[in-house]
T-cell receptor, first 112, second 115 residues
Framework: AQTVTQSQPEMSVQEAETVTLSCTYDTSENNYYLFWYKQPPSRQMILVIRQEAYKQQNATENRFSVNFQKAAKSFSLKISDSQLGDTAMYFCAFMEVGDMRFGAGTRLTVKP | GAVVSQHPSRVICKSGTSVKIECRSLDFQATTMFWYRQFPKQSLMLMATSNEGSKATYEQGVEKDKFLINHASLTLSTLTVTSAHPEDSSFYIC???????????FGPGTRLTVL
């Protein structure tokens, strides 16, 4: 079974600074998808960024980018120019054949 | 992205009663829907996967007779918590997808409180 590990239960960053959230996963599959979701206090799951395993280029969405290391099974999220609205829970997720598994989450606090 | 709704957003019920939660895909046909449970300060745990027109597949440890899932159409799945008890109090989230997508679209969740 696939497992997703987020080793940072909580992190904080100063507004406008950069922060990196870590995620590792375990799988024997070669084709899969990786995601970062943001869950604010409303608890609505919001897709931040996604990466297809067959693509070598790291995905980027505005201030959000990933460092995808397939051989190391690592998928970290970098948030640049952190904003107060980035404060939320962040979940790393792995999906293969439609079945999605989540990491334990990292609670990120952006400080003014 | 595609839109998924859930109803109700929150529900309070007495112990021993049954509660039904609806999950709808509003602008696409969802061949597969998923039900997750999230306890406070924890991650999402997959409860079951349902494909339209067939029986749901439950994760290990999830009682299928307690959590009844019906996926009767391509836009609607329901989760019924039967004979609810306080330990069933949780946040329930559904998601939906189809063969056209390589991701899941999440509903806003339902907060269930069993007194």
């Amino acid at each position: 079974a696939q497992t997703v590990t987020q080793s940072q239960p909580e992190m904080s960053v100063q507004e406008a600074e950069t922060v990196t959230l870590s995620c590792t996963y375990d799988t024997s599959e070669n084709n899969y998808y990786l995601f970062w979701y943001k869950q604010p206090p409303s608890r609505q799951m919001i897709l931040v960024i996604r990466q297809e395993a067959y693509k070598q280029q790291n995905a980027t969405e505005n201030r959000f980018s990933v460092n995808f290391q397939k051989a190391a099974k690592s998928f970290s999220l970098k948030i640049s120019d952190s904003q107060l609205g980035d404060t939320a829970m962040y979940f790393c997720a792995f999906m293969e054949v439609g079945d999605m598994r989540f990491g334990a989450g990292t609670r990120l606090t952006v400080k003014p | 992205g595609a839109v998924v709704s859930q109803h109700p957003s929150r529900v309070i019920c007495k112990s021993g009663t049954s509660v039904k939660i609806e999950c709808r895909s509003l602008d696409f046909q969802a061949t597969t829907m998923f039900w997750y449970r999230q306890f406070p300060k924890q991650s999402l745990m997959l409860m079951a996967t349902s494909n339209e027109g067939s029986k749901a597949t439950y994760e290990q440890g999830v009682e299928k007779d307690k959590f009844l899932i019906n996926h009767a159409s391509l836009t609607l799945s329901t989760l019924t918590v039967t004979s609810a008890h306080p330990e069933d109090s949780s946040f329930y989230i559904c998601s939906a997808t189809s063969d056209s997508y390589n991701e899941q679209f999440f509903g806003p969740g339902t907060r269930l409180t069993v007194l």
